[in-house]
């Protein structure tokens, strides 16, 4: 069972970016369906980003643009690069994965790592 550990959240102010980090333990990313999900206070859990085994990479509306999902299988690290934040993105974002279907479908990951805080002030 893969084990995931996210880093590289902060402070930033609006504008800004920010790249997080998960890395895994215990398989290789590349089994999995990998993904970004974020809560604030508050409110519900939401997909961010995703990517897939056979190429698949999907986005939530809210991301399209501004935020890139990638994955290095040397390193066995998922990441998500963030740019022109905004102070409606701070929250506790996760990192995700799934072996079977891939989306922004929380119910497709049964593997979920601690989080890392963003927070960004206007």
């Known amino acids: 069972q893969v084990q995931l550990a996210e880093s590289g959240g902060g402070s930033v102010q609006s504008g800004g970016s920010l790249r997080l980090s998960c890395v895994a333990s215990g398989d290789t990313v590349s089994n999995y369906c990998l993904g970004w999900f974020r809560q604030a206070p508050g409110k519900e859990r939401e997909g961010v980003a995703a990517i897939g085994r056979n190429g698949f990479i999907g986005y939530a509306d809210s991301a399209k643009g501004r935020f890139t999902i990638s994955q290095d299988n040397a390193k066995n690290t998922l990441y998500l690069q963030m740019n022109s934040l905004k102070p409606e993105d701070s929250a506790m974002y996760h990192c995700?994965?799934?072996?079977?279907?891939?989306?922004?479908?929380?119910?497709?990951?049964?593997?979920w790592g601690q989080g890392t805080q963003v927070t960004v002030s206007s």
């Open positions: 995700a994965a799934g072996r079977v279907h891939c989306g922004l479908a929380q119910d497709f990951f049964n593997t």
